[in-house]
């Protein structure tokens, strides 16, 4: 089993910064890629980006630029750090593992670019 417990969400103004965590326990092996994904109220979960297990990194074209992930292997932890950050970046974000053929999910923390 693999848990997964993501933290630094929170109400942050227009042009602010935030650093999401997702630090996984478990049985993990060193070879997995994590993804960043949110959800706003009334939309579909989308990808936001994501890291392969050699640290290669993508991003939707809404975040580029402006967020970047990171990971710590030695903590099993993968970081989004946002930076710029819009008010239709408000969701809640989620970090997502994928190990050979299986995913977990995070639980999910909340992020509000408001004013």
């Known amino acids: 089993q693999v848990q997964l417990v993501e933290s630094g969400g929170g109400l942050v103004q227009p042009g602010g910064s935030l650093r999401l965590s997702c630090a996984a326990s478990?049985?993990?092996?060193?070879?997995?890629?994590m993804g960043w994904y949110r959800q706003a109220p009334g939309k579909q979960r989308e990808l936001v980006g994501a890291?392969?297990?050699?640290?290669?990194?993508n991003y939707a074209d809404s975040v580029k630029g402006r967020f970047t992930i990171s990971r710590d292997n030695a903590k099993n932890t993968v970081y989004l750090q946002m930076n710029s950050l819009k008010p239709e970046d408000t969701a809640v974000y989620y970090c997502?593992?994928?190990?050979?053929?299986?995913?977990?999910w995070g639980q999910g923390t909340q992020v509000t670019v408001s004013s």
């Open positions: 890291i392969t297990g050699s640290g290669s990194t």
């Open positions: 478990g049985s993990i092996s060193s070879i997995y890629a």
């Open positions: 997502k593992l994928t190990m050979l053929t299986l995913s977990y």
